[in-house]
Structure formats: C-alpha cells, structure tokens
C-alpha cells in the first residue's frame, strides 16, 4: 500500500547536505523510477512522528518517506543510519518532476500507459449496465467484474455486449495490457490499494464506489472500485470508440456499405469516395485477410463504383453504363411481387466454396438437400449456402467462417422472405443437419409451383 511517487506531493528537503524529497506517506516501491533511492523513516517509540533513523524499510513507527538521487550509505554493519539534526526542511512543495528539473536531474518517462482520471458527472452512465440499444449505441466490447477475496486474490468474469461482435483480437490484447498495468500500479493490487487509491484521487459515483476512465486511441475505459470486503470489486466496462464515431456518423448520414475481415472486425460506411477507396484497396489481398464488402444502398452511383472496380481488378472496363443502375418500374415490380406469398416464386440454391479466398467455386442446385448435402460434404473452412428468390433477391442461410458453422437469421427482416414457408422450412431443416440430425431421403425440390 502505498502512494505512486509520480503524483506525490513532496516536501523539499536537505538530508545529510544533499536534496531529497519527503512524504508523511508510505511510497508504492514499484513506481520509484530507475536512478532514485527511497526510504522510510522510524520514529521513537515515546515519539513516532519525529524521525531517528533512515531504514530501508519501515513496518512499525513509520514517520514518513525519503527520495534521493544518489543511495545512502548506512553505518558500518548496521542496516540503518541515524538522522538526527541531519534533516532540513527546505519550506516548499516539489512533485518528482518538478525536483528533477529544479536539480537538472534525468527524469525516466512514466511506466504507465493507462493512466486513470476521476470521471466527471457526463460520464457516470459509463459505470453500468445499459439497454441493448444503448449498449449498440455506445459500441460496449463488454465489462470485467473482479472481486479481490479474501484481500489478495483476483477473481474475475467476462460479460459480453453486442453479442460480442467487437471482441477481436485486437482488443483482447489491450484489454489484458490494461488490466495487468492496472493490477501493478493499482489500483488492482490489491482490496488496501484499491482503498488507498480511490480516497487519494477521488471520483466519488456515490457513497460506495468511485469511477476512473483511461483510454487508448481505439478504445475506452470505464474503471469502477468499490473498496468494500464482501462487496464485488471493480467492474470494468469497455467502449470501442471507432464504431461509436461510426454510430454517430451513421445517426447522421445513412450506411451506404461495410467492409469486413477474417479477424471479426466490421466497420460500416456512409461516405461514398472513402467506402469505394476501401473496397479498391483491400480487395487485391482478400485471399489473406478474408476482406468482403456489401454494398447496402441503391444509389447507383455508388453500385456502379463498386463495379468498377471490380472490372479494374480483371484490366477490364465496366460495360454498364450509370443508367443500367438505376431501378425500373419492372425491377420494382419483382421486389414487390417477391414478397407476395400469394404468387408462385422460383428459387435458386447454391453453395460458395472457398468464398472470399483464393480458389472461389460456386455450385448450383435445384433442391435444398443439394445445397445442404454439398455444404456438409466440402472440407473448405470459408463457405456459405445460399438461396436466390425470383432471380431478384439473394441471401445466406448457413455460414461457415473458418471453421466454425453458424445459421443466419438475417432473412427474418427482409420482406421478401420473412414469411415465406419455403424459407422456414428451409431453416428448419439446416438446424437440424448442422446439429447431424438431418434425415437422409429423397431429393426433396424446392421450386416454383
């Protein structure tokens, strides 16, 4: 337990004819900076505010705390060295930084990297749990709760938020970094530090708890301590800030497209020249960073751009002109009779083999229990099963990122198949194969009428 000697207020101080600093508090030893000395004063036992002797370390008797420059030597086979008469108090306030550059001393830079400030009044929702919406809103990775035990231990969990969804790599990284400087400096060391840091730098959120905040370029730290046995102790929450400026910017101007990777990570788009630029630079190195992109507006301004470059890719032109783009009457017509279920539809499966990667193969099927059949039988570890409608709506139904399957649910909001009982049906029988309860039989058709 102990104060952290960079944001300590010292007493200025002459000892043994050399300057030294001075705290009535005990020093945490682990942020003393290479090329300083500290150590404790005792007091008398008739008197245990008033020095005697310089020690390395002091338990009983504390009366304060010495830095120097330069060691100080203890007599001769003794593991101390009497003060008395050899300590003069100077009359002014010094921090580290400021005695350094007052005796042309070489101050090391800060260990730290998250250095954490109380929070002011706009930021104590940071501290809690949100609704989901907020949550969206407010892109939350997730928090770690901790708790310290008995006073020494460290036990934590991990909740997520968003579904996880901004949980990369990346991030975990970080959040490891963040969480280990934190349980060295403090105030994570343990359940004394914790209490020692918090009534030291304020930040009270009510009687109980008290909030701090640290961020990097990325992301943000939500930091509450409760220094209360029995009580959990710290909850960490964390806030991707990129995806809230893209949430801010979104709120503003509509999601024209997102890109996305084989590290998880999505970022959503509303600027047209910036969305294209992306999509021309990423899309050459696919086949190694799993760089997919949707286009997610009609303008067809943007589509014909996207096209481009595609077209560039292969050294061709794009043969469409812009008013190809643009929807016809007879284009609207289908979208709207699409979502009629009282008209007969065709339907088209087909399966992706190695999609987005090197090698990329399209099969086509006339029945699902093709598609499904082929989906389970291909070894590639990227590959989607999908299904178009009426030749005018296409989507995913299964997908398989590396490795790992997952059905998608995404076509309970389109219109054109939300309530469509092929597409029911049909989602139905792939959570049965992926769960390996799939009946085999005969090829089942699921086509127009």
Not at 72 to 97: C, H, M, P, T
Not at 213 to 235: D, H, K, L, W
Not at 259 to 267: D, H, I, Y
Request: aromatic share 10%; net charge negative; glycine share 8%.
């Amino acid at each position: 337990m102990g104060k952290n000697v960079r944001e300590e207020e010292f007493e200025h101080i002459e000892l043994f004819g050399k300057p030294a600093l001075f705290s009535n508090h005990r020093i945490d030893r682990d942020t003393v900076p290479e090329g300083f000395y500290l150590y404790d004063l005792r007091g008398s036992d008739n008197d245990p505010g008033r020095p005697i002797t310089m020690e390395n370390r002091v338990a009983v008797n504390h009366a304060g705390a010495v830095l120097t420059a330069e060691p100080v030597k203890f007599q001769k086979e003794k593991d101390y060295r009497r003060i008395s008469g050899k300590i003069n108090f100077l009359g002014e306030q010094l921090s580290l930084a400021q005695f350094c550059e007052k005796h042309d001393l070489t101050l090391s830079p800060d260990p730290r990297k998250y250095i954490l400030r109380p929070a002011t009044e706009n930021e104590v929702g940071l501290f809690y749990s949100a609704s989901s919406e907020k949550d969206a809103q407010l892109a939350t990775v997730g928090h770690l709760r901790q708790d310290f035990g008995s006073g020494d231990e460290f036990h934590s969990t991990w909740w997520p938020h968003n579904e996880d969804a901004f949980n990369t790599v990346d991030f975990k990284t970080e959040f490891d970094a963040v969480v280990n400087e934190l349980r060295k400096y403090g105030p994570l060391k343990r359940l004394s530090e914790m209490s020692s840091f918090c009534y030291a730098h304020g930040g009270a959120l009510n009687e109980e708890s008290f909030g701090y905040i640290t961020e990097s370029e990325r992301y943000r730290y939500a930091v509450r301590c409760t220094p209360m046995r029995g009580n959990y102790n710290c909850y960490i929450y964390s806030y991707d800030k990129h995806q809230q400026e893209l949430n801010m910017k979104a709120a503003e101007k509509p999601i024209i497209g997102t890109v996305s990777f084989a590290s998880g990570e999505t970022l959503a788009y509303t600027d047209h020249d910036i969305f294209v630029q992306v999509i021309k630079n990423e899309l050459p190195y696919k086949g190694t960073s799993g760089f997919q992109y949707e286009v997610l507006t009609d303008d067809p301004v943007v589509r014909k751009a996207v096209d481009d470059v595609l077209y560039d890719m292969f050294g061709e032109d794009n043969p469409r002109p812009l008013e190809d783009y643009g929807l016809t009457e007879q284009g609207r017509k289908a979208l709207r009779d699409a979502e009629n279920p009282n008209l007969p539809h065709k339907y088209d499966w087909f399966v992706v083999e190695n999609f987005g990667c090197e090698g990329e193969v399209r099969h086509d099927f006339e029945s699902l229990t093709g598609a499904i059949d082929k989906f389970n039988g291909l070894a590639s570890e990227e590959k989607r099963l999908c299904i178009t409608k009426d030749d005018v709506s296409t989507i995913y139904l299964a997908i398989a990122h590396a490795g790992e399957i997952q059905l998608e649910d995404g076509w309970q909001d389109n219109p054109r198949f939300a309530t469509d009982p092929t597409i029911e049906e049909a989602a139905q029988r792939l959570q049965l194969s992926i769960a390996g309860l799939e009946p085999s039989g005969p090829t089942m058709t699921l086509g127009g009428m």
